[in-house]
Every structure is written in structure tokens, then in C-alpha cells.
């Protein structure tokens, strides 16, 4: 869909900008053709090195890559709208407006701003994550439990963009914290068990006295689920996958759970199931849950999880975008939400996908979360 979409902007972007250049027919057709290719660089590069959800290149090349294709998609909006307004000025007969939408500096103009926005964010996306700390009150929290903190990292994404050293930087910084416990809530690799060992392996010391405890986010299932499920396990780490732990101190307990994506019926995997999860639980000890996806938080409301922590969205990516994208995560993209009576947290996570790498005003976060009763 991302390369449709991608192809039908680029041909927008060739019939409205590359084409009006003033420049021989030879070189506009291999402008054209470029463009056309950025916007299928995902598949091109998939047939060569890698695959779509981890292409295994330099660094600097996705680098590049993603910020053309940035570039393509921002562009082809600053056009949409000098096209609409065009359009506009034309139906209410605004003479004096026309020549300035119809100057032919204008498009490529938005071009270069939309280059220097996309850089920007690419910078960004491949920042190392700073602090976000909250506190979330949640009702019937055992004394105990007053001042818990618990460190939330999501869509970490270790690749050939996001690699080894960025991770052990976000591990330092995790560290520096303190939590008393870790949960990472999905997408913590792109690629294969081997593509990513050296990538991977300084999440081993992560640290809390509680542990670490992780669920699977839709990428792990990309690559060998299985070997995935026991490399995470080889580091030290309780992965839930439609079940629970729970966590004791002085008598009182808290239960963390954790489910499944729901991409794992592409797979014939084991789909999310709340109730299995909960099976067995203590009834009267509050719930955090573990949700890759924000989108079934009502679901889980009605089951009395009283915490929800989600990731997935990458916080919509870009100001504005992020309002498609919480369309199609049942409303929620970023931030705190209540939901009849449950607080859901969707972080935008630490890093992303190396095939949409921008992050314009959305910044990464690692986020500490300390429960209060209420």
C-alpha cells in the first residue's frame, strides 16, 4: 500500500513539477524516472538486500533513502494544497492571487522546503530518545506500590539505520533512571536473529529490580517469530505472550500481562487474548497491560486493566499526520488517554522503521511511568 500510494504521488509530482522544468526532454524523463524509483525504493531494494521491513544496507544509504522519500511524500502535499488553492482562485475569479499560485517558482520552491523539513526529521528519527516522565494514578493500588516506576521502551526497532550503538545509548539512558521495573511493549528488531545479533545484544543490560518483561510487537513476526521469542528470553527477558506475571512487594502484589499482535494470523499464531492472559490472576491485584497496538483499548477497559501501555503508532510520525494515523488505531496515537476508567499510554516509542524515518515535531521518548493510588 506505502508503495502505491508512494507511486501515485511521484507521478503527481513529475506531471506537476519535474515536467514544467525548463529543461530538455531527455533530462526530465530521468527526473521522472528517479522520483518514480524513490517511491519504490522499499521494493527495489527488498529484491537485492534485505527485505521491506529491514533493508540490509549501509546506514548512510537508508539515511538517504528515506529522506527522498520524506521529501516525496511532503512535497507532493505542499503541491495538493498550491494545486487546491490554485483551483479556489480560479472558481472565485481571484486574478490578482493566480499569477503568484501559477509562478514557476513556486512548486519547486515547496520542493526545497520540503527537502530541508525532510533532513530534519530523519535527524530526529534517528536521535537517541530523551526522558518522558508521568505519573498515572490507578484505583486500588496497594500502598506497596505508591512510587513504583516503571520504565516503558516501544518500537525500538534495531536495524541497519538504528544499530547496536544507538541502542546501547538508549539503554544507558534507561538505566540512568532507575526503574524498579522495564517493560518493552513490541518492535524491538527489524530482520533476522542474525542480521541483528551485534544490533540487539546491549539491550541485555537493561536492569531494574523487578526485571524486564517484553511483548511482541507486528515486527518481530516479519522475521523468524520463533527464534526471536528465544533470543529475547536468552537476554533476561519474560516475554508474555497471552499470559501474565505478577510482581510482589511487602505482601501487596501488581499483575503485568501481555498479549500478542494481531498480525500473528498471518502466520497461524496465536492471536491477542486478554482472557487468556488474565487467567489465573489475582483478582484483586490491579492490571497493567501490555498492548503492542493502542486500538482495542475500550476492549481492555471492559476487562479492568487499570494501566495500558501501547506503542506502535510512532506518535503519528509528523504534526498532522498524526491525525490519520490515530484513525486507524481506534482514535488514540499519542500520549494519556482515559478510557472509561483505564489509562492508556501510547508512547511514540524509542526509534522506527528504517523505511519511514521522520520524525517532524514527534519526538522519540523513553518513558518512566510512576504509579500513585487514586
Known amino acids: 500500500m506505502l508503495s502505491v500510494i508512494g507511486c501515485l504521488l511521484a507521478l503527481y509530482l513529475v506531471w506537476r513539477v519535474i515536467w514544467p ?19 519504490l525504493h522499499h521494493r527495489i531494494v527488498a ?51 493566480l499569477p503568484m499560485l501559477r509562478a514557476a517558482w513556486l512548486r519547486p520552491a515547496a520542493g526545497t522546503l520540503a527537502l ?18 508521568i505519573e498515572v494514578a490507578i ?24 544499530t547496536g550503538a544507538w541502542v546501547e545509548k538508549v539503554v544507558t539512558e534507561s538505566n540512568a533512571l532507575h526503574p524498579d521495573l522495564v517493560v518493552i511493549t513490541g518492535d524491538l528488531i527489524d530482520g533476522s536473529v542474525s542480521a541483528r545479533a551485534n ?13 524486564v518483561i517484553a511483548i511482541t510487537g507486528n515486527h518481530e513476526y516479519y522475521a523468524q517469530y520463533a527464534e526471536w521469542m528465544q533470543a529475547f528470553r536468552g537476554q533476561g527477558m519474560q516475554v508474555l505472550e497471552n499470559t501474565h506475571t505478577q510482581v510482589q512487594r511487602d505482601g501487596a502484589t501488581l499483575t503485568i500481562a501481555g498479549v500478542t499482535d494481531p498480525v500473528a494470523a498471518r502466520y497461524g499464531l496465536p492471536m491477542p487474548d486478554l482472557t487468556a492472559a488474565l487467567a489465573g490472576a489475582d483478582p484483586q491485584a490491579p492490571v497493567i497491560l501490555l498492548d503492542h497496538r493502542p486500538v482495542e483499548a475500550r476492549a481492555n477497559a471492559a476487562k479492568g486493566v487499570a494501566l495500558q501501555l501501547s ?4 506518535g503519528g510520525h509528523i504534526l498532522g499526520m498524526d491525525q490519520l494515523v490515530k484513525r486507524a ?46
Open 311 to 314: 506503542g506502535h503508532t510512532h
Open 47 to 97: 529484491q537485492f538486500a534485505g527485505t521491506m521491513a529491514s533493508p540490509e544496507i549501509p546506514t548512510a544509504m537508508i539515511a538517504v533513502l528515506a529522506t527522498g522519500f520524506t521529501t516525496l511524500l511532503i512535497s507532493a502535499v505542499f503541491v495538493l494544497v498550491l494545486d487546491a488553492l490554485l483551483l479556489i482562485a480560479r472558481l472565485v475569479r481571484a486574478q490578482r492571487v
Open 199 to 211: 544490533d540487539f545484544a546491549p539491550l541485555a543490560s537493561l536492569h531494574a529490580p523487578d526485571g
Open 116 to 133: 530541508l523539513l525532510s533532513a530534519y526529521g530523519i535527524w530526529q528519527g534517528m536521535a537517541v530518545p530523551k526522558p518522558r516522565q
Open 329 to 374: 488505531n481506534g482514535g488514540f496515537v499519542s500520549g494519556r488517554y482515559e478510557v472509561n476508567g483505564m489509562t492508556l499510554y501510547v508512547s511514540n516509542g524509542a526509534g522506527l522503521w528504517p523505511g519511514f524515518a521522520a520524525r517532524i515535531g514527534v519526538p522519540s521518548e523513553i518513558t518512566l511511568i510512576t504509579l500513585r493510588p487514586r
Open 21 to 39: 522544468l525548463r529543461l530538455s526532454r531527455p533530462v526530465r524523463i530521468v527526473l521522472g524516472l528517479l522520483v518514480v524509483a524513490l517511491a
Open 139 to 162: 484505583d486500588g493500588l496497594p500502598a506497596a506500590f505508591d512510587g513504583y516506576r516503571v520504565l516503558q521502551l516501544t518500537d525500538i526497532h534495531a536495524s541497519r539505520l538504528l
